[in-house]
């Protein structure tokens, strides 16, 4: 099993709708959670930090945590072309001895106009 | 203006040769790391750095080595022993001061190809 599994994709969604993007993750006791989005040829950029179940709303997004069920989402409200991208959930996972930040695989978003 | 510079953004390896990646740092991070990004996969970590002079192995080390002797700066040399070296190559740094929990930053990344 994958440390952090996401939906690859690819999703399509039409322009003003709700995308849905999900994460699951293997270890109970991690603590923080975390959304980038990276656009084709370029490097991650951070949009969401998630530490508490419940959800979280930054403008069109809104993460979402339950630690029991050990799953993390995104949801972007009014999608627009623009947030067409690959959304990386990553997740402080223990790996040895020590915490270290692990990256699902992405889940590639187009959304259509 | 705070970040993360990554050097050169595009660079291109002969066979047999070391080629060295630069990232430097000017948040004043403790933690810095390296990761490798194939196309269409995930990121997949090399090695990582909480402080100075002190560096640890990642998931995917064999071929690569790192240097830390300065806080802001973290660069990492991909060897002839790296058969495979093409790829996007990711630095990021976190503020660990703030505790464990802080996201990672990253900068523009370099893609290194083989010539």
């Given amino acids: 099993q994958k440390e952090v599994e996401q939906n690859s994709g690819p999703l399509s969604v039409p322009e003003g709708a709700i995308a849905s993007l999900n994460c699951t993750y293997s270890d109970r006791v991690s603590q923080s959670f975390f959304w980038y989005r990276q656009y084709s040829g370029k490097s991650p950029e951070l949009i969401m930090s998630i530490y508490s179940n419940g959800d979280k709303e930054d403008g069109r997004f809104t993460a979402q945590l339950n630690k029991a069920s050990q799953y993390v989402s995104l949801l972007i409200r009014d999608s627009q072309p623009s947030d067409s991208a690959t959304y990386l959930c990553a997740v402080n996972l223990y790996s040895g001895s020590a915490r270290q930040l692990t990256f699902g695989s992405g889940t590639q978003l187009t959304v259509l106009p | ?115």
Wanted: with cysteine.
């Fill in chain 2, 1 to 115: 203006d705070g970040g993360i510079t990554q050097s050169p953004k595009y660079l291109f390896r002969k066979e047999g040769q070391n080629v060295t990646l630069s990232c430097e740092q000017n948040l004043n991070h403790d933690a810095m790391y390296w990761y490798r990004q194939d196309p269409g996969q995930g990121l997949r970590l090399i090695y990582y750095s909480q402080i100075v002079n002190d560096f640890q192995k990642g998931d995917i080390a064999e071929g690569y080595s790192v240097s830390r002797e300065k806080k802001e700066s973290f660069p990492l040399t991909v060897t002839s022993a790296q058969k495979n070296p093409t790829a996007f190559y990711l630095c990021a740094s976190s503020d660990t001061a703030k505790g464990g929990n802080q996201p990672q930053h990253f900068g523009d990344g370099t893609r290194l190809s083989i010539l």
